[in-house]
């Protein structure tokens, strides 16, 4: 499966923006779909995501009530809507298949800066 995020880019403090995930390839119904990010410096962190089966989403604390991620099947796309964007939330975003050991795209940067 490849993955291609996009929809990054700067915005300010408090701002909203939403990123897009497109898949080419297989997704079966067992899969896990999400996105992770990682800051300058940092780690790469869990930020949402969804287990397809049950239709269950699972956030990162620092996403909680703030980020928002949903799946058009049809489509084979994953988005994460952002709200009340902080300066935090600044690093590249990955979309993702199946965890860690899984299959990753590209990654797409977000600059939360005023």
């Known amino acids: 499966v490849q993955l291609q995020a996009s929809g990054g880019g700067l915005v300010q403090p408090g701002g909203s923006l939403k990123l897009s995930c497109a898949a080419t390839?297989?997704?079966?119904?067992?899969?896990?779909v999400g996105w992770y990010r990682q800051a300058p410096g940092k780690d790469r962190e869990l930020v949402a995501r969804?287990?397809?089966?049950?239709?269950?989403?699972a956030y990162g604390n620092s996403a909680k009530g703030r980020f928002t991620i949903s799946r058009d099947n049809a489509a084979n796309m994953l988005y994460l809507e952002m709200k009340n964007l902080e300066p935090e939330d600044t690093g590249v975003y990955y979309c993702?298949?199946?965890?860690?050991?899984?299959?990753w795209g590209q990654g797409t940067l977000v600059t939360v800066s005023s």
């Open positions: 969804v287990f397809l089966e049950s239709g269950t989403r």
């Open positions: 993702n298949r199946n965890g860690l050991d899984g299959d």
């Open positions: 390839g297989q997704i079966f119904s067992t899969d896990t």
